[in-house]
C-alpha cells in the first residue's frame, strides 16, 4: 500500500465550479499537510500548507485535514481555465520529509 | 529573475553514457534536493543537501552523484545511464532543513534512448 493515495483523475469541470481534489494516507504520524501545484512542463509550487486538522483558506483554495480518517482535501471555489494544472498532495512526519501523492490532473474547461 | 534555475532543459542521450545536472538557487536557502517524478507523476526524493553536506540519501543507485560546490548550488551526475532513468529530474530548495516548503525549478526531462 501506498503511504499516499491520490486519485489521478483527469477530472475536467466547468469554469466556475467548485472542485474537490482528496488524497488519503495511511500512517497517522504524518503531521504536515500541503497541496502543490503543478503546470505542464513546470516544477511543483507550493500552494496550501497546514499543520494537523481543522481548515485552512486562502482566497478560493481551501485546505482541509481530517487526521481521523487520514483523509486530505482541497476545495477551489469559482474554478477558473487558469487553475488547469496537476495537483500533488503530500505529508510529513517528525522526520520533516515529503511523500508525495501522484496527483491530480485538473482542466477548468472556458 | 528565476529563484531555482536548472539545466539542460531537455536531455537526450544513449544508454551507458555519463551526464551531468545543473542546479542553482538564488533565495540565500540552507537546503537542496533532487527530486524525481516518473511518467506518472509520481515524485520522490533523491537526495538533499544543506550548507553542501549531504542530509538525505534515499535508496538511488550509486550511478547517481550529487555534488554540492557551495550552497546556491547542487549538481547531479549520472553514469552509465539506463533505459529507467529516463524520467523529469527536479532540483529545488528550501529556507531551513523542514523540507516542507520547496521551491522547485523547472526539471530536465531525461531521455535515455
Known amino acids: 500500500q501506498k503511504e499516499v493515495e491520490q486519485d489521478p483523475g483527469p477530472l475536467s469541470v466547468p469554469e466556475g465550479a467548485i472542485v474537490s481534489l482528496n488524497c488519503t494516507y495511511s500512517n497517522s504520524a504524518f503531521q504536515y499537510f500541503m497541496w502543490y501545484r503543478q503546470y505542464s512542463r513546470k516544477g511543483p509550487e507550493l500552494l496550501m500548507y497546514t499543520y494537523s486538522s481543522g481548515n485552512k483558506e486562502d482566497g478560493r483554495f481551501t485546505a482541509q485535514v481530517d487526521k481521523s480518517s487520514k483523509y486530505i482535501s482541497l476545495f477551489i471555489r469559482d474554478s477558473q481555465p487558469s487553475d488547469s494544472a496537476t495537483y500533488l498532495c503530500?505529508?510529513?512526519?517528525?522526520?520533516?520529509?515529503?511523500?508525495f501523492g501522484s496527483g491530480t490532473q485538473l482542466t477548468v474547461l472556458p | 529573475d528565476t529563484a531555482v534555475s536548472q539545466t539542460p532543459k531537455y536531455l537526450v542521450t544513449q544508454m551507458g553514457n555519463d551526464k551531468s545536472i545543473k542546479c542553482e538557487q538564488n533565495?540565500?536557502?540552507?537546503?537542496m534536493y533532487w527530486y524525481k517524478q516518473d511518467s506518472k507523476k509520481f515524485l520522490k526524493i533523491m537526495f538533499s543537501y544543506n550548507n553542501k553536506e549531504l542530509i538525505i540519501n534515499e535508496t538511488v543507485p550509486n550511478r547517481f552523484s550529487p555534488k554540492s560546490p557551495d550552497k546556491a548550488h547542487l549538481n547531479l551526475h549520472i553514469n552509465s545511464l539506463e533505459l529507467g532513468d529516463s524520467a523529469v529530474y527536479f532540483c529545488?530548495?528550501?529556507?531551513?532543513?523542514?523540507?516542507?516548503?520547496?521551491?522547485f525549478g523547472s526539471g530536465t526531462q531525461l531521455s535515455v534512448l
Open positions: 503530500a505529508v510529513s512526519g517528525s522526520a520533516r520529509q515529503l511523500t
Open positions: 533565495l540565500g536557502h540552507d537546503t
Open positions: 529545488a530548495s528550501s529556507q531551513d532543513q523542514l523540507g516542507e516548503k520547496l521551491f
